[in-house]
């Protein structure tokens, strides 16, 4: 792996274009709660959004659980201009949230000479080791138990190898990678368990699923099914990006105005982004919706 930089380096060097995502948050003083699997922000007094009950209950219909056991983002990224022409314009509240969006957008084109690229780098292999399964090995050895996988490209004449997939190879090259395939003639939009195919998960291990971005979820969603299908016996997913869009969704734009990227979670810990704060959530716990 490569060299992890401490907790306040990386939030001195990146901590500007961050902001801590807070699954289940309730509702307060207008501003919207927010999902308790997605972390997206939700109308009314809802505890999960409606992708990911409408995930809940086609599972439920096979008679098993929900395909995710455990759900970490880094951080908020909200869609829009590229920030490089709309910052002398744009709403404060969300600047931090259109960087964001901007690495996540900008590293994908260019390879290595892409000024986002060593930034997405640097996200990356911070999220990873900090924040991984491994993470609780106080010296950082490999954990060669948990195996690994990323979304493969589901965009009509992609050829050649994603770019996040070159990032995190890097990163875990010491670990076993599960190739998730896209199924010939399946419809990637949305959710769709039958999108994605894979090898047998050797010896029934755990699997670590990561992917640059959530917008609905429907393909982490529909991989997590696959790995389990072939035989994981947990599925994590770690996302870079839990995207907003302000434009398509009111509570969305309500959650921004409200100062939902920078406020203070009531934990003690620093508002907008703390790389201290886990941003793990244990989907298995029945605390977050009863009728799982």
């Given at each position: 792996?490569?060299?992890?930089?401490?907790?306040?380096?990386?939030?001195?060097?990146?901590?500007s274009?961050?902001?801590?995502?807070k699954?289940?948050?309730?509702?307060?003083?207008?501003?919207?709660?927010?999902?308790?699997?997605?972390?997206?922000p939700?109308?009314?007094?809802?505890?999960?959004?409606?992708?990911?009950?409408?995930?809940?209950?086609?599972?439920?219909?096979?008679?098993?659980?929900?395909?995710?056991?455990?759900l970490?983002?880094?951080?908020?990224?909200?869609?829009?201009?590229?920030?490089?022409?709309?910052?002398r314009?744009?709403?404060?509240?969300?600047?931090?949230?259109?960087?964001?969006?901007?690495?996540?957008?900008?590293?994908?084109?260019?390879?290595?000479?892409?000024?986002?690229?060593?930034?997405?780098?640097?996200?990356?292999?911070?999220?990873?080791?900090?924040?991984?399964?491994?993470?609780?090995?106080?010296?950082?050895?490999?954990?060669?138990?948990?195996?690994?996988?990323?979304?493969?490209?589901?965009r009509?004449?992609?050829?050649?190898?994603?770019?996040?997939?070159?990032?995190?190879?890097?990163?875990?090259?010491?670990?076993?990678?599960?190739?998730?395939?896209?199924?010939?003639?399946?419809?990637?939009?949305?959710?769709n368990?039958?999108?994605?195919?894979?090898?047998?998960?050797?010896?029934?291990?755990?699997?670590?699923?990561?992917?640059?971005?959530?917008?609905?979820?429907?393909?982490?969603?529909?991989?997590?099914?696959a790995?389990?299908?072939?035989?994981?016996?947990?599925?994590?997913a770690?996302i870079?990006?839990?995207?907003?869009?302000?434009?398509?969704?009111?509570?969305?734009?309500?959650?921004?105005?409200?100062?939902?990227?920078?406020?203070?979670?009531?934990?003690?810990?620093?508002?907008?982004?703390?790389?201290?704060?886990?941003?793990?959530?244990?989907?298995?716990?029945?605390?977050?919706?009863?009728?799982?």
């Open positions: 792996m490569t060299p992890l930089l401490s907790d306040e380096v990386f939030r001195r060097t990146y901590g274009y961050l902001c801590s995502v699954p289940g948050l309730l509702p307060m003083e207008g501003r919207p709660g927010t999902c308790c699997v997605c972390a997206g939700l109308k009314d007094n809802y505890l999960i959004c409606r992708q990911c009950e409408r995930v809940r209950d086609v599972i439920a219909l096979t008679g098993k659980p929900f395909p995710l056991d455990g970490a983002f880094l951080t908020y990224a909200v869609e829009g201009a590229d920030l490089d022409s709309a910052a314009l744009m709403d404060p509240r969300e600047r931090k949230g259109r960087q964001a969006y901007t690495v996540l957008k900008g590293y994908k084109t260019g390879g290595e000479s892409n000024p986002w690229w060593p930034v997405a780098v640097a996200w990356v292999a911070w999220f990873l080791q900090r924040w991984g399964p491994w993470a609780a090995w106080t010296d950082r050895r490999d954990n060669q138990e948990w195996l690994w996988a990323t979304i493969p490209s589901v009509s004449g992609r050829k050649n190898e994603h770019p996040l997939h070159l990032i995190v190879s890097a990163v875990l090259n010491t670990h076993i990678e599960v190739v998730l395939r896209t199924t010939e003639g399946a419809e990637g939009r949305g959710f368990p039958n999108l994605f195919t894979c090898d047998p998960v050797p010896h029934n291990a755990p699997v670590l699923l990561i992917d640059d971005s959530w917008t609905s979820g429907g393909n982490v969603l529909s991989a997590s099914v790995l389990k299908t072939a035989g994981a016996s947990n599925v994590n770690m870079l990006g839990r995207l907003l869009n302000p434009g398509s969704w009111s509570p969305t734009r309500e959650f921004i105005d409200h100062d939902g990227l920078h406020l203070n979670f009531g934990d003690g810990l620093q508002p907008g982004f703390d790389p201290a704060r886990s941003p793990w959530t244990k989907l298995v716990d029945s605390k977050l919706n009863p009728s799982w």
